[in-house]
């Protein structure tokens, strides 16, 4: 059995997802960032951890992927051309929206105050909107590296809820059209409904 670290509304949401998805049993251990219970097993102090036996895997998409390539699904295979195309979407989200809420993030509540410019608001929901649509424009079947749901999905479709709860722009109709249908999902269903 998996041990997932992290709360619910951290990035643990996506590797407690890609766990529904997968079918593979796990439980939570809602720690928040920088506990004493983290740092014991992720010096950094950042969640999500995911515990493998003795083994401690940190960050979301390290996470997801060693489940994917481990279970063998919501994943091309490593070394093919299909998988590269994944990477490279997976590499694209992260930079071009996860990078775009998280700098949000820091700049609302993260960071100290006296760090924190409250004026790139207005750029940052610009860059993300604009990265959005041309990843919309972009995809070639129902989801971002084809027919099947993979990585990158699970990370895109998270950032699209946090992106709403952030008051980031949510206008764009295929992307509301996209998030929409990865919530509809029986996995994402059920983790919804054990948060209560």
């Known amino acids: 059995m998996y041990t997932v670290i992290g709360n619910l509304k951290s990035r643990a949401f996506r590797v407690m997802w890609m766990l529904e998805e997968l079918g593979a049993p796990y439980e939570v251990r ?9 740092r014991a097993v992720n ?11 003795d083994a401690a895997i ?18 091309h295979p490593a070394g093919t ?7 490279a979407m997976t590499f694209r989200v992260l930079d071009e929206v996860d990078s775009v809420l998280w700098a949000g993030a820091k700049h609302s509540f993260v960071l100290p105050e006296e760090q ?7 750029s940052l929901k610009w860059e ?11 995809m070639s079947g129902p989801f971002l590296a084809g027919d099947e749901i993979t990585v990158p999905d699970i990370i895109l479709a998270h950032c699209g809820g946090w992106a709403r709860n952030a008051g980031f722009p949510s206008d764009e109709p295929r992307f509301a059209d996209y998030v929409k249908r990865m919530r509809a999902r029986p996995a994402f269903r059920r983790l919804v409904e054990q948060a209560g």
């Open 128 to 138: 993300y909107a604009r990265h959005v649509s041309a990843l919309m424009d972009e």
């Open 58 to 75: 940190c960050d979301s998409t390290a996470i997801v992927t060693y489940l994917a390539d481990k279970h063998g699904k919501l994943t």
């Open 116 to 122: 924190r410019v409250p004026q790139l608001e207005d």
């Open 30 to 38: 809602p720690e928040p960032p920088r506990s004493d219970a983290v």
């Open 81 to 87: 051309v299909a998988r590269a195309r994944q990477d």
């Open 43 to 53: 010096p950094s102090g950042k969640i999500p951890v995911l515990l493998d036996g």
